[in-house]
């Protein structure tokens, strides 16, 4: 079973718009990760947040996290045709493995 | 550096036949872990080594699956009597730390069972 869900399943918006991307959990976490994963490829490591922090920074990425509602959101600024692409929220916890959202699948529009 | 790969990239499977995936980490990472994706979906857990000890095995879907690690570098994930629900994507991931660290994702193997 998936801990995350994921809001919106389906993001269309033109390129140099922001895409905004939110996952919500249901346990606690050691951190909180989302990947990306272009159509039949492997899943990219985009960031790392970690439970005692709120907000991370990395390009045109930031992330937030907040621990007493159990939800993270991803916020990609000035977005381009490139960053189409399905975008995943996992949790670690104690267990070491990762607990997937189903993902959004973003389609930026040249 | 090399990723992380996996071999073959893709497979077909009649039902009833066995098969073995392969996964390559990334040179040095302790940790490796196999997921499964279904179509439209996220990656679930399958089985999770911390060098060759196999540490966690709950994500496995029934015992037609096995994992191994012998020399805590490649490992194979082994799917015997295969069924149709079994078709997925098989996605391994190392990591060179045992916590708290992002995993490097191989490309993965397309099961297709018919």
């Known amino acids: 079973s998936q801990q995350g869900e994921e809001d919106p399943q389906a993001l269309s918006i033109q390129e140099g718009e922001n895409a905004t991307m939110n996952c919500s959990y249901k346990?606690?976490?050691?951190?909180l990760q989302w990947y990306r994963q272009n159509s039949g490829r492997g899943l990219v490591h985009l960031i790392l947040?970690?439970?005692?922090?709120r907000e991370k920074h990395s390009g045109r990425l930031r992330v937030t996290l907040d621990t007493s509602k159990k939800s993270s959101s991803l916020l990609i600024t000035a977005s381009r045709a490139a960053d189409t692409a399905s975008y995943f929220c996992?949790?670690?916890?104690?267990?070491?493995?990762?607990?997937f959202g189903g993902g959004t699948r973003l389609m930026v529009k040249p | 550096g090399a990723g992380v790969s996996q071999s073959p990239r893709y497979k077909v499977a009649k039902r009833g036949q066995d098969v073995a995936l392969r996964c390559d980490p990334i040179?040095?990472?302790?940790?490796l872990f196999w997921y499964q994706q279904a179509l439209g979906q996220g990656p679930e857990f399958l089985t999770y080594?911390?060098?060759?000890?196999?540490?966690?095995k709950s994500g496995l879907p029934s015992d037609r699956f096995f994992a191994e690690r012998p020399e805590g570098s490649v490992s194979t994930l082994k799917i015997q009597r295969t069924q149709q629900e079994d078709s997925a994507v098989y996605l391994c991931?190392?990591?060179?730390?045992?916590?708290?660290?992002?995993?490097?994702f191989g490309p993965g193997t397309r099961l297709t069972v018919t």
């Open positions: 991931a190392s990591s060179g730390q045992a916590y708290s660290y992002e995993q490097y």
């Open positions: 996992a949790t670690e916890n104690a267990g070491n493995m990762l607990t």
């Open positions: 040179s040095g990472h302790v940790s």
């Open positions: 346990t606690s976490i050691n951190n």
């Open positions: 080594f911390q060098n060759e000890a196999q540490l966690d």
């Open positions: 947040i970690r439970s005692n922090e």
